[in-house]
């Protein structure tokens, strides 16, 4: 059923899904904190890749294609780079939540469409249509409102913003799928991860063993959080505009705030309340140009049709 769906809006599909899941995952870490960031980050590079092995064993998938893409560098650099990119976000995340500014990872997730938008503009020459430039000026304004609340520069909110726009551009130049992509990404991070995981495990700083059953499976369960969503994000990523990717990217800072707002009960000052108002507004009108396209394309395939039906029985007649 889904392969009937057009490419660009199961894209569309699996992209909402992606950031949808990393807003609920927002959930997740904090019961991670006994351990340090850089701890549940390396845990979260280990993990990843044997949740990485579990899913290709589910699908069936061959490993035949991997000692292709490590014996060229070409194909191996990209990938090698993607890895790079995700982990300084994931360590920029992580250290935000482990000194209270969850705040700044939030501000990150209203800054990161931006700057996905930018650089599909920049480096693959997109086209935004006007509703699109009113939607993402709307977006430039929200952010303004949130740093202006802070009254400082948030650098965290920038690394993690930069780093996660850039990973998804480098994406564009990865010439795998999504699955042998972040199967490459998680065994590039895997090796490092690993020594330093054994490490504070020798050393006795580690955490992995010795706080409780249920900390040693969160900090496992930590590499199936990570994947499934990078997974969807990867397939989303070739599917579609990077234009469209930094709309959908919307989703995971207002799942966040409900969650900070209503489960964490944390403090909604009037910039914020205003901030995300005007975030909400972006999305209604990205949302109704996207409706409103994919009506317009909807017709004239229509007409298409309807001309194509039309001068069939003509030729044949002239045949005849």
């Not at 059923?1 to 057009?6: E, Q, R, S």
């Not at 054994?198 to 050393?203: I, P, S």
């Not at 234009?243 to 959908?248: A, E």
């Given at each position: 059923?889904?392969?009937?769906?057009?490419?660009?809006?199961?894209?569309?599909a699996?992209?909402?899904?992606?950031?949808?899941?990393?807003?609920?995952?927002?959930?997740?870490?904090?019961?991670?904190?006994?351990?340090e960031?850089?701890?549940?980050?390396?845990?979260?590079?280990?993990?990843?890749l044997?949740?990485?092995?579990?899913?290709?064993?589910?699908c069936?998938?061959s490993?035949?294609?991997?000692p292709?893409?490590?014996?060229?560098?070409?194909?191996?650099?990209p990938?090698?780079?993607?890895?790079v990119l995700?982990s300084?976000?994931?360590?920029?995340?992580?250290y935000?939540?482990?000194?209270?500014?969850?705040?700044?990872?939030?501000?990150?997730?209203?800054i990161?469409?931006?700057?996905s938008?930018c650089?599909?503009?920049?480096?693959?020459?997109?086209?935004?249509r006007?509703?699109?430039?009113?939607?993402?000026?709307?977006?430039?304004?929200?952010?303004?409102?949130?740093?202006?609340a802070?009254?400082?520069?948030?650098?965290?909110?920038?690394?993690m913003?930069?780093?996660?726009?850039?990973y998804g551009?480098?994406?564009?130049y990865?010439?795998?799928?999504?699955?042998?992509?972040?199967?490459?990404?998680?065994?590039?991070m895997?090796?490092?991860?690993?020594?330093?995981v054994v490490?504070?495990?020798?050393?006795g700083?580690g955490?992995a063993?010795?706080v409780?059953?249920?900390?040693?499976?969160?900090?496992?369960?930590?590499?199936?959080v990570t994947?499934?969503?990078?997974?969807?994000?990867?397939?989303?990523?070739?599917?579609?505009?990077?234009?469209?990717i930094?709309?959908?990217?919307?989703?995971?800072?207002?799942?966040?705030f409900?969650?900070?707002?209503?489960?964490?009960g944390?403090?909604?000052?009037?910039?914020r309340?205003?901030?995300?108002?005007l975030v909400?507004?972006?999305?209604?009108?990205?949302?109704l140009d996207?409706?409103?396209?994919?009506?317009?394309r909807?017709?004239?395939g229509?007409?298409?049709?309807?001309k194509?039906?039309?001068s069939?029985p003509?030729?044949?007649?002239?045949?005849?």
């Amino acid at each position: 059923m889904i392969a009937d769906v057009p490419e660009s809006n199961r894209g569309v599909a699996l992209g909402a899904l992606a950031f949808f899941l990393w807003g609920v995952a927002a959930l997740y870490w904090p019961f991670l904190s006994a351990s340090e960031p850089h701890e549940v980050l390396a845990h979260r590079m280990v993990w990843s890749l044997l949740a990485m092995g579990v899913i290709l064993l589910l699908c069936r998938r061959s490993w035949a294609w991997l000692p292709q893409v490590l014996r060229s560098p070409r194909r191996l650099l990209p990938v090698a780079a993607a890895a790079v990119l995700i982990s300084l976000n994931w360590w920029g995340f992580i250290y935000a939540v482990s000194i209270e500014q969850t705040l700044q990872a939030s501000l990150a997730y209203f800054i990161n469409p931006l700057m996905s938008v930018c650089l599909g503009v920049l480096l693959f020459s997109e086209r935004l249509r006007a509703a699109q430039w009113a939607a993402v000026g709307l977006g430039v304004t929200a952010v303004l409102v949130m740093s202006l609340a802070y009254g400082a520069t948030p650098w965290l909110s920038l690394l993690m913003a930069s780093s996660f726009a850039a990973y998804g551009a480098v994406k564009k130049y990865v010439d795998l799928d999504g699955t042998q992509s972040l199967t490459v990404e998680t065994l590039v991070m895997f090796l490092p991860a690993l020594g330093f995981v054994v490490h504070l495990e020798a050393t006795g700083v580690g955490t992995a063993f010795s706080v409780s059953p249920g900390h040693t499976a969160l900090l496992a369960g930590g590499g199936f959080v990570t994947v499934l969503p990078l997974l969807l994000f990867g397939m989303a990523a070739r599917q579609v505009p990077l234009s469209v990717i930094g709309m959908l990217q919307y989703i995971t800072p207002v799942m966040m705030f409900f969650i900070g707002w209503l489960i964490q009960g944390e403090e909604m000052p009037p910039a914020r309340w205003l901030g995300f108002g005007l975030v909400w507004l972006a999305l209604c009108l990205f949302a109704l140009d996207q409706v409103r396209s994919a009506r317009s394309r909807f017709r004239s395939g229509a007409r298409t049709f309807r001309k194509d039906g039309e001068s069939t029985p003509v030729r044949t007649q002239a045949t005849e």
